[in-house]
């Protein structure tokens, strides 16, 4: 049944189409009075007219104009080839089938870290990464067909390194990029390697091989830009290349997904219009200059709604010569802890501060541990400075070379303490966590459904039991993003065997996925208790 807006609105639409339909009518009819019947009007009525002849003038070109001919060369479109996968329901997409109210989110799931916040929270839902003209399969997805996606990048050394968005080509088997002085008959492009990746930003460095320098972009500073500097956008929006869009800034420093996906995140906001296929172009200042990757936008459409998202110069570059250097990865700074974001003013009231870091948990083994730090310390000092907030702490530790050392202030049960930490390596403090729950029995490591599944799961109740006459645990919470996630489970389900594995009890469900490792397929038999009628429906993938 519509609502009553609904109904509403097709009444006010019915009538617009009646008000239309009926001043046509009426258009025709006066022409047909003014004109007479057709086929009886005045012959040679045009015999006085003058034909038109164009101006020859010239308009003198504007900065828009001199910065699309002058960066426009380094502008490149990329488009990669995914090749079939053997695996089940890899596309994301959720099963239709299988919808079912999600229950609030826990107040766990917006813990932070230094280096690994967990949980991306629903915020993620209305940020569209651009996959370039890859729209998602209305049917659930085809994985025995080759995927194709488009995105943009540019030249920032003329031997052929190229810097795009991450997402642009992760996955792909094959990356293609196509040049701007190319032949338009050119059927894919020049071939590309994967130079370098970093998630944490989602750009990347890939580099096509070039018998004679080609040309290359400037990069500029993002820190001097400025709210209402004027700026361009050039890329390959649904595969038009070398399109050519401005505006504004419109703000700076946007975080625009909460936890971990986040931290590292801090985009350039502007109105200058970019869609899908935009990825990994330039975002340009009025010097012609670099001063942002364009890489997401805020849309309810799927298209452009004049809000994107550039992740500024400052950090590419950073990024960039991390990716080019002999790890070909980025190496960021830890202390290994986990902390609350964005607590509620009570919290600190009652704990005594105004500024600084309340720690949730403390990696074991990690530099803080070492250090003495312990959970419900507030870190408030780095090397004697002020600690804001926890964006401070984590901007200040992951800049930091694995190696050196920090002196951290910190107050412990109202008492003022201070400890020098020795800076860790952000990946390999948090590995070596995981690698010891993992090896750890199921009795010892937590929730194993959720270290490798992404989700936490509960025992069925009686009355849940009796209803579908099979036992299995019940999905209590989904984490965005997670393999879980990806498979199209959601809170509410039933998991009554994996790998047709029984998991009736917690502990069996337990023990089953504690066995689980990278590169398994994992298979799970799930019943809706809201339609059991509709039997058992099987989801699954491979643990990557």
């Known amino acids: 049944m519509k609502s009553l807006f609904e109904r509403l609105r097709m009444r006010r639409l019915a009538s617009m189409f009646v008000l239309l339909g009926t001043l046509s009518v009426a ?101 569209n990464k651009f996959f370039g003209g890859q729209v998602p399969d209305q049917d659930g997805g085809d994985d025995s067909q080759v995927r194709e996606s488009l995105g943009s990048g540019f030249i920032v050394d003329s031997k052929g390194y190229i810097i795009t968005n991450n997402h642009v080509i992760e996955k792909a088997d094959k990356i293609y990029v196509k040049l701007s002085s190319d032949p338009d008959n050119t059927e894919k492009g020049r071939p590309a390697h994967v130079i370098g990746i970093d998630k944490a930003t989602d750009l990347a460095v890939i580099k096509i091989d070039t018998n004679s320098p080609l040309p290359t972009v400037k990069l500029g500073n993002s820190d001097t830009a400025q709210v209402g500097d004027w700026v361009e956008a050039i890329g390959s929006p649904f595969a038009l290349s070398q399109t050519v869009t401005a505006g504004i800034i419109s703000a700076k420093h946007r975080t625009i997904e909460p936890g971990a996906s986040g931290q590292f995140q801090h985009f350039i906001q502007t109105d200058a219009a970019i869609n899908p296929g935009n990825s990994g172009g330039p975002l340009l200042n009025m010097n012609g200059e670099v001063i942002g990757v364009n890489t997401a936008i805020y849309t309810q459409s799927a298209g452009y709604q004049g809000i994107g998202f550039a992740m500024p110069s400052n950090t590419v570059v950073e990024v960039y010569n991390d990716l ?89 049960d109202g008492k003022q303490l201070d400890t020098t930490v020795t800076i860790g390596d952000l990946d390999r403090v948090f590995a070596e966590q995981e690698n010891q729950q993992a090896d750890s029995g199921p009795d010892n490591q937590g929730d194993a459904g959720e270290t490798k599944l992404g989700l936490v799961v509960r025992q069925e109740s009686d009355s849940t039991a009796a209803k579908l006459k099979i036992p299995g645990v019940v999905i209590q919470s989904v984490r965005s993003g997670s393999f879980a996630d990806l498979q199209g489970l959601e809170p509410g389900l039933v998991i009554t065997r994996i790998n047709k594995q029984p998991t009736g009890t917690k502990e069996q469900f337990d023990a089953v996925v504690s066995k689980l490792k990278t590169g398994d397929d994992v298979v799970f038999e799930i019943i809706d208790p809201r339609r059991p009628d509709n039997g058992i429906n099987y989801l699954g993938g491979t643990l990557e």
């Open 27 to 127: 258009i025709v009819a006066v022409s047909f009075a003014a004109h007479g019947v057709r086929g009886q009007e005045k012959q040679n009525l045009s015999s006085d007219a003058t034909p038109l002849k164009v101006v020859d003038s010239t308009v003198a070109p504007n900065e828009f104009v001199k910065i699309a001919k002058e960066v426009g060369p380094a502008v490149v479109n990329i488009n990669t080839e995914t090749l079939p996968k053997q695996s089940l329901n890899k596309s994301g997409k959720r099963n239709p089938h299988l919808r079912v109210q999600p229950n609030p989110q826990s107040p766990g799931d917006d813990d932070g870290d230094d280096d690994q916040q967990q949980g991306q929270g629903n915020f993620q839902d209305f940020f």
């Open 324 to 412: 080019i250097s002999a790890s070909h990865k980025v190496t960021r700074g830890s202390i290994g802890i986990r902390f609350n974001q964005g607590l509620p003013g009570a919290v600190n009231r009652v704990y005594g501060f105004k500024t600084g870091v309340l720690v949730q948990q403390v990696v074991h083994g990690g530099p803080a541990d070492k250090a003495g730090l312990k959970g419900g310390d507030i870190i408030t000092t780095i090397d004697g400075r002020g600690i804001k907030d926890g964006d401070d702490l984590v901007n200040e530790i992951t800049s930091r070379r694995p190696g050196s050392s920090v002196r951290l202030g910190y107050s412990r």
